[in-house]
């Protein structure tokens, strides 16, 4: 068994007769610190897949468990970064990179209590993507590309486990997009987080991830898997 172990599930949406099947026999396991890479035709179920993982959505049968755990409700230990940024205009990219910590302590002055340290946490990730003195700066002020590495350092604030990328680069330039791979790798290498990749690019999935899996649709499952060789530096 595997870090995440995604076993003989099936997802409906909606009801019995009427909804859509959007996996089904989906079978995957995951080791602990693996990057993993999932590609497949738009609606084939790759979101969905990573809805099942967290615990975002629940299965309509069969099993998800992670870290040994039955997934039954979302889960605290995945960060997630998506498409578009979605960072907050109004905020910084200090406070926009804190904002999961700040959501999730129950109290507004524990959060207070602890801002210095948490700054420094956000300080130091935001050094790690190469975005050392944007702190102050409004997200209309960044790139595409320094906005998803904002969005990376959001991800990993409170050092999620498992690190759920859902086409991260796909709205950036292909220059861009390159330079984004490399400060992922350097994020996975130093956090060494289990990161599971959904990605239209096949390119980039043989870049990063240690297997790529193929996904079908009508119903989504893996209709292939490869593990990669040679496709980085290893330690
Ligand atoms: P992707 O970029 O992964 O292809 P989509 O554009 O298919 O994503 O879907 C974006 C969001 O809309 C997803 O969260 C998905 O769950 C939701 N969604 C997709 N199809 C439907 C649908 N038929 N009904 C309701 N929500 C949907
Ligand atoms: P992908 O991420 O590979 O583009 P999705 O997981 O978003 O695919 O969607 C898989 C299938 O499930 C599609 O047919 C989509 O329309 C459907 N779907 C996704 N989210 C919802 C939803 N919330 N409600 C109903 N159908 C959905």
Excluded at 141 to 162: F, K, T
């Amino acid at each position: 068994t595997g870090f995440v172990d995604i076993d003989n599930v099936a997802l409906r949406y909606g009801g019995e007769a009427t909804g859509t099947l959007a996996l089904s026999g989906m079978n995957l396991s995951v080791g602990k610190g693996e990057f993993i890479a999932v590609v497949g035709p738009s609606g084939c179920g790759k979101s969905t897949l990573m809805k099942a993982m967290s615990g975002l959505w629940p299965v309509t049968s069969g099993g998800v468990s992670v870290a040994g755990q039955t997934v039954s409700g979302p889960l605290s230990m995945v960060g997630m970064a998506f498409q578009a940024a979605t960072l907050l205009p109004w905020r910084t990219t200090l406070d926009n990179v804190m904002l999961p910590l700040e959501i999730t302590q129950p109290y507004r002055s524990e959060f207070m209590q602890k801002k210095s340290q948490f700054r420094d946490k956000a300080r130091a990730l935001l050094k790690l993507v190469g975005l050392e003195g944007f702190d102050e700066k409004y997200p209309w002020q960044l790139s595409g590309g320094m906005q998803q590495r904002v969005s990376l350092c959001r991800a990993l604030i409170h050092e999620p486990a498992l690190l759920m990328l859902d086409e991260p680069f796909a709205a950036l330039d292909m220059f861009t997009r390159e330079e984004l791979w490399g400060v992922l790798q350097e994020v996975w290498m130093t956090k060494n987080p289990t990161v599971i990749l959904v990605t239209h690019d096949l390119r980039e999935a043989v870049y990063l991830a240690d297997k790529v899996y193929v996904m079908s649709s009508r119903p989504g499952r893996i209709i292939h898997e490869r593990d990669i060789e040679f496709a980085r530096p290893r330690d």
